[in-house]
């Protein structure tokens, strides 16, 4: 089925592997997440070391996040509280990766990403946020980021959705894609799931 730019359906396509899933979205053909293929990932003796600036302001999730990221020790870890911090250490250290929040103090998560495109051109963007409206979702895809995940899915989704965009790939969560098409707010549910997801 043909996918019209800037819709807001999408399809689920079964390849010839079970294990690849993938949906397509707003003209893109994004990965659907499946937890097991997250604990196929082994080491390369010669892995080089990934800079990975993680945005949040919520400093029990930026924890969240790293501790996430323990099984990739390649992985060098910068982190920033709020917008401006972000763009500043973004343009400094030249991260390979950005995981990017949206709620944001001082500045906004989208707005971080506009000026990173120009101050850190080589970063690719990984949105890791609770915002799951179609406008949302549709602007921060059409900045260029690679990926967005659902914070309710930060262990189970998070390193396959880093390997995929890191790998020069699209990645969306499954859960936001399911929220955009039934029609749901995800987010009436955050508080009691985010640490148990």
Known sequence: MAIQNKSCFFQVTALQRPKERQAAFFGFL?????????????????????KILIVEDF???????CKALVPRPHFQLIQASDGLEAVRKAEEVQPDLILLDIGL????GIDVARRV??????????????????DVV???????????????????????????VLGGEQFVS???????TSGRNPTTHLRTTLFRC
């Not at 059409?142 to 998070?158: D, I, P």
């Not at 499954?174 to 955009?180: D, E, G, I, R």
């Open 30 to 50: 994004f990965h659907v997440a499946r937890r097991e293929d997250a604990m196929t990932w082994r080491p390369r003796r010669s892995e080089k070391s990934t």
């Open 59 to 65: 400093k029990a999730f930026r924890e969240l996040i």
């Open 105 to 108: 103090p001082k500045l906004n």
């Open 117 to 134: 495109r120009k101050l850190a051109a080589g970063a690719k963007i990984l949105f890791v946020t609770q915002e799951c409206s179609l």
């Open 138 to 164: 549709r602007e921060a895809l059409g900045l260029g980021a690679l990926g967005y995940v659902h914070k309710t899915r930060v262990k189970s989704e998070l390193l396959l959705a880093i390997d995929t």
């Open 174 to 180: 499954s859960y936001v894609l399911s929220a955009l």
